[in-house]
């Protein structure tokens, strides 16, 4: 079994930056992707960034030019960061874990609010 522990969010002045971590532990992968989603009331879960520890990060548009990702193998956990918030990142921060190139199994975080608002 995994566990992700979500941490970080809370309110946050429009051009700002938000900062979240999240740490997996339990039964580990080798080779494993570690991802945040958010999700806003009313409108679907999307993905936000994802990495590798092999290395590989993706960002989607609504964090790219402007977030960073990254990960501490030793730990398990990685930190995701966001710069110029607006009020539309208002959101749920989900974590996610998984073994890189598998949809499933994969495990969730139980999310965190981040509220982007002066």
Known sequence: ???????????V????????????????FNLYTMAWYRQAPGKQRELVASI????????TDVAKGRSSIS?????????????????????TYYCNYRRTGASAPD??????QVTVSS
Do not use: H, R
Not at 14 to 27: D, F, H, K, Q, V
Not at 52 to 59: D, E
Not at 71 to 91: G, H, R, S
């Open 1 to 11: 079994q995994v566990q992700v522990v979500e941490s970080g969010g809370g309110l």
């Open 71 to 91: 990960l501490d193998d030793a730990k398990i956990t990685v930190y995701l960061k966001m710069d110029d918030v607006k009020p539309e990142d208002t959101a």
């Open 107 to 112: 495990y969730w975080g139980q999310g965190t």
């Open 13 to 28: 002045q429009p051009g700002g930056s938000l900062s979240l971590s999240c740490e997996a532990s339990g039964s580990i």
């Open 52 to 59: 590798t520890n092999g290395g590989k990060s993706t960002f």
